[in-house]
C-alpha cells in the first residue's frame, strides 16, 4: 500500500518535469504519465517520482489538512484523533463518525 499525498505543481520545465511542493517539502518529478495537461497551480498525486494524476484543489487542500492530522496525532504519546475534524460542511473527508444514538 501507498499514499499520495496531494503536491502542488509550483514550476513546469521543458523536458515535462515539474517542481512541486509537498507539505513543505520542494522535489522534481517527471510528468510524463500524465493522461491529461499539467499547469502550474494544479494539484497532482505522486508515486516513485512520477505524476499520475490531478486532484481537485478542495479536495487537495482537505486531504492535506488529514494528513497534517494524522502526523500530529503520531507525535503525541496517545495518537488520538478527533473525528469531528474529519467532516466538513460538504461532507466527510474520511469518513462520518456515526452519532451516538445510531449505534442503539
Do not use: F, W
Not at 490531478?54 to 496525532?73: G, W
Amino acid at each position: 500500500m501507498c499514499l499520495a499525498i496531494p503536491s502542488k505543481v509550483l514550476k513546469i520545465t521543458e523536458d515535462n518535469m515539474a517542481e512541486v511542493d509537498t507539505l513543505g517539502v520542494k522535489r522534481v518529478v517527471s510528468l510524463d504519465l500524465m493522461p491529461e495537461p499539467v499547469k502550474e497551480g494544479d494539484y497532482v498525486l505522486i508515486h516513485v517520482g512520477y505524476a499520475m494524476g490531478k486532484i481537485d484543489e478542495k479536495e487537495a487542500l482537505e486531504s492535506i489538512e488529514v494528513y497534517k492530522m494524522l502526523a500530529d496525532a503520531a507525535m503525541q504519546e496517545e495518537y488520538e484523533i478527533d473525528p469531528e475534524k474529519l467532516v466538513t460542511e460538504d461532507g466527510p473527508l474520511l469518513y462520518k463518525p456515526p452519532k451516538e444514538d445510531e449505534n442503539e
